[in-house]
């Protein structure tokens, strides 16, 4: 995706084997109910290694999300004014989904041990905030100088990661069973449709060479009912217009 | 606000000692530094006094959430299907903005305090997470059977509380000056107008009685370039409609 991102290295294979004992032990006896010590007697390794690895027992559970943070801010660094923004940050968010998407059973299985733990849950949720943070600093900083840039910057991240978690819950709840990849895309799409400005997106506008946007452009009228609800206006100029 | 909240029971004198003796040493000390027994040593009362009003020492830092979420979750459940569901989540937000608001001193030193104890940030997003679930699961329900009923609900409850922290954090972060109700005002109305659906919103389109909406209602023609960006269109459609 970035093109900052280098090849990943390959993950070290003590790390995995700490990561495929403890989710075998919170899934057996439970998360509480398991020690560091009970982890690292059946990965076969000593205790300074898992913490040379993890900070504590709820980082095991996620894993990866800190190398997903660092690729989705360095996507977002590698961005530049020819990205329309509120499309920008939807496919840094895409970037998560393809973490969960890439292991579907162990997502499932996180997913079920975070709904039991609380420690996890919060844990889940200052995750969860600081993707929101990166997405909304980048916004902030495309949208500095405009009127009430800050506000539409933490309203529309918060809109993105809502409707990527939307998406990605639902198919964690099914087990992991349908195409996750499809079901963000139409969320996110809704997000998209609401914020994403296409006069950011000359691209989007432009038509075959030489006949792009111009005095002599095509002519669209529009005949509403004054008691019309606006978002039905809205629809219907979005068909008319050929417009996502 | 909600016709189902009962006049408050006067506050025990005994929550307010430890909340202001808490505070003081939490203020001076650090909130790590202090225990337990320094606050009810301070405050005067027992140990035992101290846990049968909080949990533990992090709720302390934030005494009446609870109250505020229960309150919100009554003004929600005394919602008609008269109240068009955008306007009613926002409205159930400034429930916690009167809590800040209350005690403009009070709200400046937590907030200082949340910033610098990652215990407490972690305590502050649960908190948030549970507001913004009870408007979600209000908005399920009101937009329940209707295509991407969930997806529009969790979003719109994210854009409403994004906002309402918005102008809540840069309140806090002045210290406490300025108008706090009117900031949260304007922030919220952009998440009005960006979902509310006039058509839940009949009050709103009707105009002296007997010119009410109807097959006879005025009509509007709208002309429009082709090229035109799609913002630029709906902007205009709202200054000839007169909606906000």
């Not at 040379?52 to 190398?67: I, Q």
């Not at 980048?138 to 500095?144: E, K, Q, S, V």
């Not at 079901?183 to 998209?192: G, N, R, S």
Request: aromatic share 10%; net charge neutral.
């Amino acid at each position: 995706m970035s093109s900052s991102s280098a090849v990943p290295a390959a993950k070290p294979p003590i790390r995995d084997a700490l990561v495929a004992a403890a989710f075998r032990l919170f899934l057996e006896r439970g998360f509480e109910q398991t020690t560091v010590d009970d982890i690292v007697a059946l990965a076969g390794v000593g205790r300074r290694s898992f913490f040379r690895y993890f900070p504590s027992k709820e980082d095991v559970v996620f894993p990866d999300h800190e190398g997903c943070l660092a690729d989705m801010t360095a996507f977002l660094a590698a961005s530049g004014p020819e990205h329309e923004p509120v499309r920008r940050v939807c496919d840094a968010a895409r970037l998560v989904l393809r973490l969960y998407a890439e292991n579907p059973a162990f997502s499932v299985q996180r997913y079920r041990l975070t709904r039991q733990v609380p420690g996890l849950r919060a844990y889940e949720l200052s995750v969860v905030w600081r993707y929101e943070r990166a997405l909304a600093e980048y916004l902030r900083g495309r949208f500095a100088g405009r009127p009430d840039g800050t506000l539409r910057a933490d309203v529309i991240a918060a809109a993105v990661v809502a409707a990527h978690n939307n998406a990605l819950r639902s198919w964690l709840r099914s087990d992991g069973v349908g195409d996750a990849g499809a079901a963000v895309d139409h969320a996110l799409a809704y997000v998209q449709m609401t914020y994403a400005r296409p006069a950011d997106a000359p691209a989007l506008w432009s038509g075959p060479a030489g006949a792009g946007p111009g005095p002599g452009g095509d002519v669209v009228v529009l005949v509403s009912r004054r008691d019309a609800p606006l978002w039905r206006v809205v629809q219907e100029l979005e068909t008319v217009l050929d417009r996502p």
